[in-house]
């Protein structure tokens, strides 16, 4: 029966880690560049009671043994790096990767990190900055006197300068990782490697597999709200058959405890 209430806390344990994730979800489902998470759950180790294949008398074995579980744990959770809606907002200042790539920003703590929300504003100085100040990479200045600013598909930024026509005043680079999942959520729609990620690669919009560039755009969270709903009953009824076994086996060592 101890065993039962541990193994049943270990349920409850690990439901409320897949409901905390499946809130996260349901919270930004209207956050830019938002990726939706994933739990995966592992068994706990077995007791073996009585080994599988075990000689049972001269020269017979027996086909199956007794294992008792201990119950489970989250293995992992990560994100899920599907392409999100587009959602047309008409501000040159705004792009968005359609296909895979980050864009790589600088923090104003100097540190590097890499996003998929391509909401950028323009400092007083002219920069393309984030909203939390994070810096395009590399560096974009708009000129104070220009017209108007294009980006296209492949990442080549124009204005349009008085007097003097169209001039190209920036590249922009997407990077690439070899495990996408291996990423290290830092929030405000921001990630940075770790060793599970592998180091950035460097590409050109619309070339060797990288995204393109649509101008005008952001791409919006690909959070599936109907199937967020779906798991977040699933999990709820799994919470509440751990609790119901924990209250069964108390109730069996109750009467155990109480045997004369």
């Keep these: 029966m101890i065993r039962a209430l541990t193994t ?10 897949n409901i905390e994730r499946i809130s996260n979800d349901l919270a930004n489902v209207n956050t830019d560049s938002y990726k939706r998470g994933r739990t995966e759950f592992q068994d706990l180790m077995y007791e073996t009671l009585k080994e599988p294949g075990g000689q049972i008398g001269a020269g017979s074995q027996t086909p199956v043994g007794i294992q008792a579980g201990m119950g489970v744990k989250v293995g992992a959770t990560y994100k899920i790096f599907e392409q999100g809606p587009a959602r047309m907002t008409y501000n040159i200042n705004d ?16 540190e590097i990190a890499y996003t998929r929300n391509g909401a950028f504003h323009r400092d007083s100085q002219g920069k393309l900055v984030l909203s939390n100040g994070a810096q395009l990479i590399p560096q974009v200045t708009i000129p104070s006197n220009a017209l108007g600013m294009q980006i296209s598909n492949g990442g080549e930024i124009k204005v349009q300068l008085p007097g003097q026509g169209e001039a190209v005043i920036g590249q922009i680079q997407l990077m690439n990782f070899v495990n996408e999942q ?7 729609s921001l990630y940075q490697p770790t060793a599970a ?8 919009p619309g070339e060797n597999g ?3 560039i ?8 690909n959070v599936n709200v109907p ?16 609790t119901k076994v924990m209250g069964v086996a108390d109730q069996m060592l109750g009467a155990t405890v109480n045997v004369k």
Excluded: K
């Design 8 to 17: 049943a806390a270990s349920g409850l344990s690990a439901q409320s880690a």
């Design 95 to 110: 792009m968005m990767i359609e296909g895979t790539g980050f864009l790589p920003v600088q923090l104003p703590n100097g």
């Design 182 to 188: 291996g990423l290290r959520a830092v929030g405000e």
């Design 197 to 204: 990620s592998g180091q950035p690669l460097q590409g050109i």
């Design 227 to 242: 199937n967020s709903m779906v798991d977040m009953i699933t999990t709820q009824r799994a919470y509440e058959m751990n």
């Design 210 to 212: 990288y995204g393109m």
């Design 214 to 221: 649509q101008q005008g755009a952001l791409e919006g969270s």
